[in-house]
Antibody
Framework: EVQLVESGEGLVQPGSSMKLSCVASGFTFSNYGMNWIRQAPKKGLEWIALIYYDSSSKYYADSVKGRFTISRDNSKNTLYLEMNSLRSEDTAMYYC??????????????WGPGTMVTVSS | DIVLTQSPALAVSLGQRATISCRASQSVSISRYNLMHWYQQKPGQQPKLLIYRASNLASGIPARFSGSGSGTDFTLTINPVQADDIATYYCQQSRESPPTFGAGTKLELK
């Protein structure tokens, strides 16, 4: 059974940093591209980052480019999202989502339950 | 970015057919591949993949869900609607990066 479990939930002040993790199980993690997708309260879904299966390429939404960094450790079956210079508009539920391909985004066949990030003074 | 437009809400009766539409700002089809996908999200839960590439049922999804469309116009059909189907439905395109989602259609009971 595929499982994705995010962690790193919390309340932080604007301008601060935070790191999220997502532990994967039930599939060969190192074979698939992985994504972070977020959802602001009562809002829709926003894709924010993709990392290829081998970390050779990373892509970001314009809204987070230069502030967020996606990474992975295939030996630990873990995906990360390092978030810097956080803003109030980054307040959202952050989902880890498995891609169906090793590289190209495609669609997302499994999602974690999400972890909530609140940016507020 | 490709913009996907969905109606905000749809009211249906149990046992009836629900048709949810998604219109793209430009074609999301390449050759015979229609790069539109559908997700269901219930309150307090993560999204779940329902349909991929416009008309393919994801694993474990009941056959009352179906998808159709090509180019810029796509439809998710639920027939018959059951109480467990009350949720918000999102379309997503993978024709171009960044992948984008529609704003969601909330399925409500009439």
């Amino acid at each position: 059974e595929v499982q994705l479990v995010e962690s790193g939930e919390g309340l932080v002040q604007p301008g601060s940093s935070m790191k999220l993790s997502c532990v994967a199980s039930g599939f060969t993690f190192s074979n698939y591209g992985m994504n972070w997708i977020r959802q602001a309260p009562k809002k829709g879904l926003e894709w924010i980052a993709l990392i290829y299966y081998d970390s050779s390429s990373k892509y970001y939404a314009d809204s987070v480019k230069g502030r967020f960094t996606i990474s992975r450790d295939n030996s630990k079956n873990t995906l990360y999202l390092e978030m810097n210079s956080l803003r109030s508009e980054d307040t959202a539920m952050y989902y880890c989502a498995k891609g169906v391909y090793s590289s190209y985004t495609g669609y997302f066949d499994f999602w974690g339950p999400g972890t909530m990030v609140t940016v507020s003074s | 970015d490709i913009v996907l437009t969905q109606s905000p809400a749809l009211a249906v009766s149990l046992g009836q057919r629900a048709t949810i539409s998604c219109r793209a700002s430009q074609s999301v089809s390449i050759s015979r591949y229609n790069l539109m996908h559908w997700y269901q999200q219930k309150p307090g839960q993560q999204p779940k993949l329902l349909i991929y590439r416009a008309s393919n049922l994801a694993s474990g999804i009941p056959a009352r869900f179906s998808g159709s469309g090509s180019g810029t116009d796509f439809t998710l059909t639920i027939n018959p609607v059951q109480a467990d189907d009350i949720a918000t439905y999102y379309c997503q395109q993978s024709r171009e990066s960044p992948p984008t989602f529609g704003a969601g259609t909330k399925l409500e009971l009439k």
